[in-house]
C-alpha cells in the first residue's frame, strides 16, 4: 500500500529531525555552569524578578540538578518577567526531554522527545491552559520510535476528539486509517484497516463510558 503523508505532517518531520542550528535565543544543548551562573529568582504577582532586583527579568535562567550542581536539568527564556520563548528540560545525560513554547508567559506547545533523542509527540495548547492540565488545541502530531510517524490530526474544542482529517500509521509507515472528522464527530472513513476499525470501535466505547462518568462526577460535585 502506498504510504501517504500530508503536506503539514511533511514539513513536522522535516523540522523535527533536521540537524540545523535554532533560531537566535533558543536554548541548546550543553549548557555550563561555569558559564551560566545561577541566578535566583523571585515571582512577584506572577512576573520574575532577580533576587533584590526591581527590574523584571530578561534572559536565560539555567536550573541545575540537585544531585550534580554542573547538569543543567531546565533553561527557561524570559522576556520582562514573563516566559517568552523555549523552556527546554534535559536528561541527565545532557539529551533534551521535553521542550515547551510560550509567548507573554503563555505556554502556546509541547514536544516530547524519546530517549534517543528523535521527537515523540508536538501539540499545541488552546489559550491560558496550564501545560500540566494537557488540553491540546489544534495540530496534533505522534511519532513511533522508529521516527515514522503514528498520528496526524487536530484537537477539536473538548480536547477529547479530533477534527478534520485525522489520520494512523504503523511502525513501517503503511496506513491504519484515514479519516474525516467534524468538531469530534466521525463523518467519513476514506480507509482503515479490519483491525483498526476493531480498535477504533473498542477505544470509542471506553472514552464515552469514561466520559459519562466525568460528567456524572462534575454533576454531583456542583450538587
Known amino acids: 500500500m502506498k504510504r501517504l ?3 503539514s ?3 513536522f518531520v522535516t523540522l523535527s529531525f533536521t540537524a540545523c542550528k535554532p533560531p537566535e535565543g533558543w ?3 550543553g549548557s555550563s555552569n561555569s558559564l551560566n551562573p545561577v541566578v535566583e529568582l523571585e515571582i512577584r504577582d506572577g512576573v520574575a524578578f532577580a533576587k533584590d532586583s526591581d527590574k523584571p527579568f530578561s534572559g536565560e535562567h539555567l536550573e541545575y540538578y540537585s544531585s550534580d550542581a554542573e547538569k543543567v536539568e531546565t533553561a527557561t527564556t524570559y522576556v520582562d518577567g514573563l516566559k517568552s520563548g523555549p523552556e527546554a528540560h534535559y536528561r541527565k545525560n545532557g539529551m533534551i526531554s521535553r521542550e515547551y513554547g510560550y509567548h507573554e508567559g503563555v505556554a502556546r506547545y509541547v514536544l516530547i522527545r524519546y530517549d534517543s533523542g528523535l521527537v515523540k509527540m508536538i501539540s499545541f495548547y488552546q489559550n491560558e491552559t496550564d501545560p500540566a492540565a494537557e488540553q491540546f488545541i489544534g495540530p496534533h502530531v505522534r511519532f513511533h520510535e522508529n521516527g515514522f510517524p503514528s498520528t496526524n490530526g487536530i484537537w477539536a474544542a473538548d480536547h477529547k ?5 485525522f489520520m494512523q500509521w504503523d511502525e513501517s509507515g503503511e496506513v491504519l486509517g484515514d479519516y ?3 468538531d469530534g464527530k466521525l463523518s467519513d472513513i476514506y480507509f482503515e484497516t479490519d483491525a483498526q476499525k476493531k480498535d477504533r470501535k473498542e477505544r470509542y466505547q471506553w472514552n464515552e463510558e469514561n466520559l459519562k462518568k466525568e460528567q456524572a462526577a462534575a454533576s454531583d460535585g456542583e450538587n
Open 5 to 7: 503523508f500530508p503536506i
Open 9 to 11: 505532517l511533511t514539513l
Open 27 to 29: 536554548t541548546t544543548e
Open 161 to 165: 476528539q479530533w477534527n478534520k482529517r
Open 180 to 182: 474525516l472528522f467534524d
